[in-house]
């Protein structure tokens, strides 16, 4: 199995940044589709963006189209997510994920989870 460790989150102000990373660890990175979900206070847990294995091809949800970028780095078994634009609504836990068979895009699609990293966006 794969470990996943997300870093980055914190407290900005709108329309600030941030960048959040998710360091892997155990079985072959190269071998998973990656993805970013966050889970607001009260809401379900939703799909944020995901990246194939080489990272050629991205998907992101409507919501963070044109602000939020998801990257990745094979050498370092690393994947990122620069939100940019930030707006409160985006304020949630986000969770690195992991998926063997496709871009994870749902949660059933997900083969693992980090433990999450906490993003406060104030007016």
């Known amino acids: 199995q794969v470990q996943l460790v997300e870093s980055g989150g914190g407290l900005v102000q709108a329309g600030g940044s941030l960048r959040l990373s998710c360091a892997a660890s155990?079985?072959?990175?190269?071998?998973?589709?990656m993805g970013w979900f966050r889970q607001a206070p009260g809401k379900e847990r939703e799909f944020v963006a995901g990246?194939?294995?080489?990272?050629?091809?991205?998907y992101y949800a409507d919501s963070v189209k044109g602000r939020f970028t998801i990257s990745r780095d094979n050498a370092k078994n690393t994947v990122y997510l620069q939100m940019n634009s930030l707006k409160p609504e985006d304020t949630a836990v986000y969770y690195c994920?992991?998926?063997?068979?496709?871009?994870?895009?749902?949660?059933?699609?997900?083969?693992?989870w980090g433990k999450g990293t906490l993003v406060t966006v104030s007016s």
């Open positions: 155990g079985r072959t990175f190269t071998n998973y589709r």
């Open positions: 994920a992991a998926g063997l068979r496709d871009v994870p895009q749902t949660t059933y699609g997900v083969d693992y």
């Open positions: 990246i194939t294995r080489s990272g050629s091809f991205t």
